[in-house]
């Protein structure tokens, strides 16, 4: 079991990200200024970590929106939270750690 479909992850207020034809790229705060483009999938669930959600439950949300299964809608939805925590981009939303 994956504690991360657990978590409510909810976007970085500092991560400043626009969407352009489904897909977003997130700006990252600092000297750098470095973005990160997002595809349509990754695009969705950045939207749905609002802090209310689990993952869990963004990875139902996905397998309504395209065309996967919820085992691996439930797996990349994790890699993607799990990716955007370690790079502050999202807090994990429950205090719990990834």
């Known amino acids: 079991m994956d504690e991360?479909?657990?978590l409510r992850p909810?976007?970085?207020?500092?991560?400043?990200?626009r969407e352009?034809?489904?897909?977003?790229t997130?700006?990252?705060p600092g000297e750098t200024a470095a973005s990160?483009?997002?595809n349509e999938v990754?695009?969705?669930i950045w939207e749905l970590c609002d802090g209310r959600r689990t993952v869990r439950e963004i990875a139902a949300r996905v397998v309504e929106e395209f065309d996967v299964d919820l085992a691996t809608a439930e797996h990349d939805a994790a890699?993607?939270?799990?990716?955007?925590?370690r790079g502050g981009l999202l807090?994990?939303?429950d205090g719990a750690s990834a």
């Open 4 to 6: 991360v479909l657990h």
């Open 10 to 17: 909810l976007r970085h207020p500092a991560v400043e990200w």
């Open 20 to 24: 352009i034809g489904g897909e977003a």
């Open 26 to 28: 997130l700006v990252l």
């Open 36 to 38: 990160q483009e997002l």
């Open 42 to 44: 990754a695009s969705r």
């Open 79 to 85: 890699e993607f939270v799990r990716e955007m925590l």
């Open 91 to 93: 807090l994990p939303g």
